[in-house]
């Protein structure tokens, strides 16, 4: 099935800085890559996705990068302000293509 | 608000208890999900249900017991749980195909306590 690995765990920043995320994917069928962001004692949200048709997606700050051949995706994060703090979680379809499966998540924590 | 309703948001229950969480969603979406959140694993998936046929049960135990009567509706039945089952219970909801470029949205979790 579906295997997710996302790093680092942790990774704190100053305000200003740009935080990067990585996540590896093991099923080369998977097509989809979304990010989540989950704020403290809320629900996780989409916060970025993209399809394996192109190869980075922007939405201002928040940026995701796609390495197909690699089979490895990232997340990032530029001009990082305090509300970014959050876990942020990567996912990918499940072999069967009907759920999402998780990575571990990453707490960011930005300092100002 | 994201159209997926998770109720009760906080339950505890005793190991002996029966109870329910219940989800429903406004979103006309075919799909559900239960997903458990905790410190060990943060994004567990546990059953899929897609127009209400369960599809996949992520090898959880028997004391958690899913029903989805129709699209719009899920429930997951606890019976004689272990305190180590305490977590947060997220359902969620999605329309189409995942690969599509179609993402799940999560209700508001119900957190549980069991003791």
């Known amino acids: 099935g579906e295997n997710v690995e996302q790093h680092p765990s942790t990774l704190s920043v100053q305000e200003g800085d740009s935080a990067v995320i990585k996540c590896t994917y093991s099923?080369?069928?998977?097509?989809?890559f979304p990010w989540y962001k989950q704020e403290l004692g809320k629900r996780p949200q989409l916060i970025i996705d993209i399809r394996s048709n192109v190869g980075e997606k922007k939405d201002q700050r928040i940026a995701v990068t796609l390495n197909k051949t690699a089979k490895h995706f990232s997340l990032h994060i530029t001009e990082t302000q305090p509300e970014d703090s959050a876990v942020y979680f990567c996912a990918a379809p499940n072999q069967a293509g009907t759920a999402l499966i998780f990575g571990k998540g990453t707490t960011l924590s930005v300092s100002s | 608000e994201t159209g997926v309703t998770q109720t009760p948001r906080h339950l505890v229950m005793g190991m002996t208890n029966k109870k329910s969480l219940k989800c429903e969603q406004h979103l006309g979406h075919n799909a559900m999900y239960w997903y458990k959140q905790s410190a060990k694993k943060p994004l567990e998936l546990m059953f899929v249900y897609n127009f209400k046929e369960q599809t996949e049960n992520n090898s959880v135990p028997s004391r958690f017991s899913p029903e989805c009567p129709n699209s719009s509706h899920l429930f997951l039945h606890l019976h004689t749980l272990q305190p180590e089952d305490s977590a947060l219970y997220l359902c969620?909801?999605?329309?189409?195909?995942?690969?599509?470029?179609?993402?799940?949205?999560f209700g508001e979790g119900s957190w549980l306590t069991v003791v």
């Open positions: 099923d080369s069928a998977s097509n989809y």
């Open positions: 969620a909801s999605r329309k189409g195909d995942i690969n599509s470029g179609n993402t799940i949205y």
